[in-house]
């Protein structure tokens, strides 16, 4: 099959779509599949084609959030690029400029259009509203609105990576069409312990200046007020094991705000932060750690706590749906309701050896089904599904058209019949 992924941002950039989308490239791959990405370059002016990794970047401009940009809608210049790959399915992952590329592409040249939801946008208007409250719910009902025109207007088939999304689109926003809940894969051998360089691991531990009796926490994502990281402030700040340490990977608009306040707290010494870390070495970064921790909750699925399980690190969140179908409590991790909670269970299992290394134990296997193999065959399926409905759509459309005409031609005979009476 030639399959079309459309996204707005792709490698050398981080987040969790990119890693969504380019494990998806790489798992349909593996089955035989041709995979093309379409996707919003850093040039502004400059349109790039790479033959070999079949990847085409659209000029794009800043949005001034993160590395986000956006291109123009219907690019005239790649137009005959795209149509001469004969693609067979376009699969966007964006509701944005790609994303609408995606749409009017699909719709001109008749190819069924699949759909990822990705992000929970209603957790993320506050960039926009910057948290006027009348304002906040004035975008959460646009959000709202432009969510489901997207999905139910225009793909063929409609996939949500967890069943917190899967609820967000069936009982606060009442779509009733189908969807299809397919969470992401993962390439989770770039992450076990066996696979890891033990020597840049030990060198990263130097570097950091981290000690055999530290209990290093291990934070990754982006550093803005969704992600809820000051609560880890908290944490470090309140725990009475003064080896407990937080490692915190990422960056975002609220780094320098955070790190003045980490400096303002004392707590220099007990929290590092690492800054943008390059793709390839992020399973160092995991393997330095003792366990990893998260208190966000506007997450779709989570894919950083995924890693850690791959990495065989146990998981300390937040009791939220996006990691309660990954991690289980007692097994593979710690669940917490509140900063009491979350604080009990750091003093546990940092003092604790045996409870820490019976989640350990569990952690890499519990993440198994989350395999290349298994993504691309359920991805695959609902293909398949959008490919079929697309084709009844066009005949049930072609029929329609028919049948105008033959009404037409019906009337034309018998006007001819008239005059010819008369």
């Known amino acids: 099959m030639r399959i079309g992924l459309f996204t707005d941002s792709y490698v050398p950039s981080v987040n969790g779509v990119i890693t969504s989308v ?26 790039d084609y790479d033959e070999k990794e079949k990847i085409l970047k659209i000029p794009g401009i800043p949005l001034g959030i993160y590395d986000y940009r956006m291109s123009s809608i219907y690019p005239l210049k790649v137009i005959n690029k795209i149509k001469s790959w004969n693609l067979e399915i376009i699969h966007s992952h964006t509701e944005l400029s790609m994303g609408i590329f995606a749409r009017l592409f699909a719709k001109q040249y008749n190819i069924p259009l699949v759909h990822t939801y990705h992000t929970m946008y209603k957790d993320y208007t506050w960039y926009v509203s910057r948290n006027i ?15 489901k025109f997207y999905c139910d207007n225009t793909a063929d088939a409609f996939i949500v990576p967890t069943v917190k999304t899967y609820h967000l689109f069936r009982d606060e926003y009442h779509y009733d069409k189908d969807i299809y809940i397919v969470p992401t894969g993962l390439d989770a051998s770039r992450f076990y312990k066996e696979n890891s360089d033990k020597l840049k691991v030990l060198k990263l ?7 055999r009796k530290d209990f290093v926490m291990l934070f990754v994502g982006r ?18 094991n003064k080896n407990v340490k937080l ?9 320098e705000k955070y790190k003045k306040e980490v400096k303002e707290r004392g707590l220099e010494d007990r929290i590092k932060f690492t800054g943008k870390v390059a793709w390839v070495d992020m399973p160092n970064y995991y393997h330095v750690s003792n366990a990893f921790i998260t208190a966000s909750t506007t997450e779709t699925q989570g894919l950083t706590v995924i890693e850690a399980l791959a990495a065989s690190l146990p998981v300390i969140c937040i009791d939220d749906d996006a990691f309660k179908s990954v991690v289980v409590d007692n097994f593979n991790g710690r ?3 509140d900063e009491k909670e979350c604080l009990e269970i750091v003093e546990e299992l940092s003092t604790n ?24 065959d359920s991805v695959l399926e609902v293909y398949k599904v959008a490919i ?24 034309k005979k018998n006007d001819s019949s008239l005059k010819s009476q008369e």
């Open 247 to 255: 490692l915190i990977v990422g960056y975002g608009p609220d780094e």
């Open 22 to 47: 380019e494990t998806l490239k790489k798992a349909l791959e593996q089955k035989g599949h041709t995979v093309y990405i379409v996707t919003v370059g850093q040039d502004s002016k400059t349109y």
């Open 353 to 376: 050896k045996l409870e820490l290394e019976n989640l350990t134990d569990k952690a890499e296997g519990s993440v198994k089904k989350y395999s290349l193999s298994s993504f691309a």
């Open 133 to 147: 409250k009348y304002f906040d719910m004035g975008c959460k009902k646009a959000v709202e609105y432009l969510s």
């Open 335 to 337: 669940i917490f309701k």
């Open 223 to 240: 550093l803005a007020q969704e992600k809820n990281v000051p609560f880890l402030f908290d944490i470090i700040e309140k725990t009475k």
């Open 388 to 411: 079929t409905k697309h084709n009844k759509k066009q005949s049930l459309s072609t029929r329609l058209v028919e049948k105008l005409k033959n009404k037409w031609k019906d009337g």
């Open 205 to 211: 531990k130097h570097e950091l200046g981290y000690k």
